[in-house]
């Protein structure tokens, strides 16, 4: 359906979890306890939301979390979604720990695509980042999902300072490799903010201190642009919400894990769907009533601090 702003909005990000396997500097408090009650969502619940938005004509949806993996039953939330009519592509956002495992078993549930984060080639950085994490596990669900011939995103959200020195080893991934590389922009949020005021590496400054990979260079204002290197197998891109903010382009929602609506990332602007999950067109008019009134546009660059009261491993990135 179209918003008040005349965006078409076809898109939900669902996370189905706060709880995750590692612990990322710029992400989660690293005291955070996994064993803390998650108070959220059943997979019935899910699926019902997700029938409704798929009334209003959402027709993709991302699972993320927390660490999506880390729920016992992924693998039947992604089927059951993979039967709802209207609902074309399904994907995840996971930090790769356990996807290597798992991955040709949700593929079989109706997994469509992937994207992985990853911050860091180094095994040693990767643990610092992370606290938990082992890259070698990561790299196996890369190469799982390759032959698998998943459709593959790698996310880098750069730190100055932390892993700028390997934008170049990042970049050259696509020579080899069929994904495509996104170096996402550092948000303000959270755990992010004490990294964000060491100074923001805006996509343009990649640019610009890269040059000679991209000779053509100019950043599409508004725009997620990919650029190839001669010869590669994959994609580099781009996701500056903070630069470039793309709000025009926005065309999704996000529902948290415990059946809130946020339909914009930075705001407080949020509906809780829990009173109506025992109603199927209440929880279409709430979804509907949510969707039309999504914010127009963030104000992150002029006022860095976020008014969303979640954190992005609340919200899903
Ligand atoms: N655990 C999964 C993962 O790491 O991919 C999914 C959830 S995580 C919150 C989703 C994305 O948000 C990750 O790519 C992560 O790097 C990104 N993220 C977390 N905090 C961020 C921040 N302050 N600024 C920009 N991206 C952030
Ligand atoms: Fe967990 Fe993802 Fe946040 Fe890292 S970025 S702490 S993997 S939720």
Redesign the pocket.
């Given at each position: 359906m179209f918003d008040r702003e005349g965006r078409n909005i076809d898109y939900i990000r669902v996370s189905i979890t706060e709880k995750?396997n590692?612990?990322?500097i710029y992400?989660?408090p690293q005291n955070i306890c996994n064993k803390k009650e998650d108070i959220c969502l059943q997979s019935e619940d899910i699926n019902r939301i997700l029938k409704a938005a798929s009334i209003l004509g959402i027709q993709k949806v991302r699972f993320t979390?927390?660490?999506p993996l880390v729920v016992d039953n992924i693998e039947k939330i992604i089927f059951n979604t993979s039967k709802i009519i209207n609902i074309k592509d399904i994907s995840i956002t996971t930090?790769g720990v356990l996807l290597g495992d798992m991955v040709t078993s949700l593929k079989q549930c109706g997994l469509n695509r992937v994207n992985i984060?990853l911050d860091t080639l180094k095994k040693d950085k990767f643990k610092a980042i992370?606290k938990y994490g082992e890259l070698s596990k990561v790299e196996d669900a890369i190469n799982k999902c390759l032959s698998l011939n998943l459709e593959l995103k790698l996310n880098t959200v750069l730190i100055r300072g932390i892993n700028d020195d390997e934008i170049t080893d990042l970049i050259n991934l696509t020579k080899e490799l069929p994904l495509t590389i996104r170096f996402i922009e550092l948000m303000p949020i959270g755990e992010g903010e004490r990294f964000y005021k060491n100074g923001l590496i805006t996509s343009e400054e990649i640019l610009n201190t890269h040059s000679e990979l991209f000779p053509t260079g100019t950043l599409d204002k508004g725009i997620a642009k990919l650029y190839k290197l001669p010869n590669a197998k994959g994609k580099v891109g781009f996701i500056s919400p903070i630069s470039c903010k793309f709000c025009n382009n926005c065309n999704k929602v996000r529902l948290t894990s415990n059946g809130i609506i946020k339909p914009c990332l930075h705001s407080e602007k949020e509906l809780d769907l829990t009173p109506h999950l025992d109603n199927d067109l209440a929880l279409v008019s709430a979804l509907r009533e949510s969707i039309y009134h999504k914010p127009k546009e963030h104000n992150l660059l002029e006022q860095p601090e976020n008014t969303s009261k979640k954190l992005?491993?609340q919200i899903g990135g």
């Open positions: 995750c590692l612990r990322c992400c989660m979390g927390g660490e930090n984060s992370t992005m491993y």
